[in-house]
Structure formats: structure tokens, C-alpha cells
């Protein structure tokens, strides 16, 4: 299964190892879902990531950047234009997962327009995970 990550489910795994954002992540790191970026996506990773507030370790971040690019698939995704977003920061991970019928994990549903495809961590731990 093809899988988008929003960076709050990066953020969410490393602030709180142990809980649901931290076993899907792990899950794609250890191949069991294909996760799917494109070049927007990673510099957010990469930018956020370096946030001083979070205080992540270098090492810390290319742990998790590091198998996302080696094993994910960097695609070019179609633009999506007929869809208004609150937050347009936000359209870039919808339209990589429409482009790949990829599942969109998220922390922020509301962020997103309503669609089959687009799960909170938790419907997706409860899904997919167990």
C-alpha cells in the first residue's frame, strides 16, 4: 500500500516514540507501506524537522530521512487546482497522494478536503497497523 506521511506524523513519531505516529513510521521504514514524497514534501521534512523547538538530533533526523529516500518513491505529482486548502502548504502532500493512490496519514483532518483516501494517524493505526 502507497502511503504520503504529513510532516506532523514525523514530528508526532519523534516527539512521542511509542505511540501510534511512531509505530506508522516505523512500519514504513521497515518496508511494510510504500511511502510516497516528492521534493516539496522532503525540503518540509528536512525544514521542520531542523526546527529549534523540537530539539531533534541530527543523527535523529536522517534516521528517518535517510530510509524515506532510499526506499520511498519520489514522484512528480499532477497539480491539483480545483480544490481551495485553508492552508495552501497543505496541497502539496493531497495531490502526491492522489497521484500515487496513496493513503494520506495526517494529523490535521481538517486540513484536507473529505476523501476516502485522506486518514487521521489513529483510523490508520486502528486500520492497518493494529
Known sequence: ??????????VSAMLSPGR??????QAVIFGDFQII?????MDEYKDV?????FGFEENDI?????????YGLNIVAHPIKNIAFTDESDRKFFEVAKS??????TGNLKHYPEDFLVMSVSDFHVRFIG
Do not use: F, G, Q
Not at 1 to 10: A, F, G, I, K, S
Not at 20 to 25: E, F, M, T, V
Not at 49 to 53: A, C, I, N, Q, V
Not at 100 to 105: F, I, K, Q, R, T
Open 49 to 53: 524537522l531542523h526546527y529549534k523547538k
Open 62 to 70: 536522517e534516521a528517518v530521512l535517510t530510509p524515506i529516500r532510499e
Open 100 to 105: 500515487a493512490d496513496a493513503v494520506l496519514v
Open 37 to 41: 514524497y516528492d521534493y516539496r514534501i
Open 1 to 10: 500500500m502507497n502511503v504520503v506521511l504529513d510532516t506532523n506524523v514525523l
Open 20 to 25: 501510534k505516529a511512531y509505530s506508522i513510521l
